[in-house]
Every structure is written in structure tokens, then in C-alpha cells.
């Protein structure tokens, strides 16, 4: 919640974008998967606004959220 009351500009969104990844993780591992699916939702959604498609911290945040697909059971939303 600290981390939505910084001031809005393309690297600290980024930086956002990595913490929520990071969180989202670590809530995966911990088998916390809700929270981490509200992590990676807005990891998604930052870096989807300032990454290039081909950019390759997008790609791993975008497998990141497909192994928690997996480990829910929801294949068709982590294969999109």
C-alpha cells in the first residue's frame, strides 16, 4: 500500500511494477495465492504500460503469473 502513495512517473512506476513481481512471488511460494495474484494483476498492468512487448522483464513477469495460473488451475488464463 506505501508503494501506491509514491509520485507518478515512468521509473517509479517500473520500480512498482518490480516490487509487486517480487511480492507476488513471494506470496506464490508461501502459497498465498490470491495475494499474489492482486500482486502480479499490478505488476502486469505497470509494466504493460511502460515495457516494450519484446522486453524481456515483461516476458518473465508474464511466466511468473502463468506458473500461478498453474498452480490454481486456471491453464487457459496463464496460456492468454
Known amino acids: 500500500t506505501e508503494l501506491k502513495s509514491l509520485p507518478p ?6 520500480l512498482r511494477a518490480w516490487a509487486y513481481s517480487n ?9 498465498r495465492y490470491f495475494e499474489a495474484r492482486e500482486a502480479f494483476e499490478t505488476a502486469l498492468a505497470l509494466a504493460e504500460k511502460h515495457c516494450e512487448p519484446d522486453d ?11 506458473i500461478l495460473c498453474k498452480y ?3 491453464f487457459e488464463e496463464g496460456r492468454a
Open 9 to 14: 512517473s515512468e521509473s517509479v512506476d517500473r
Open 23 to 31: 511480492f507476488g512471488n513471494a506470496c506464490r511460494l508461501t502459497g
Open 56 to 66: 524481456e522483464r515483461l516476458a518473465w513477469l508474464l511466466n511468473n503469473f502463468a
Open 72 to 74: 490454481t488451475g486456471c
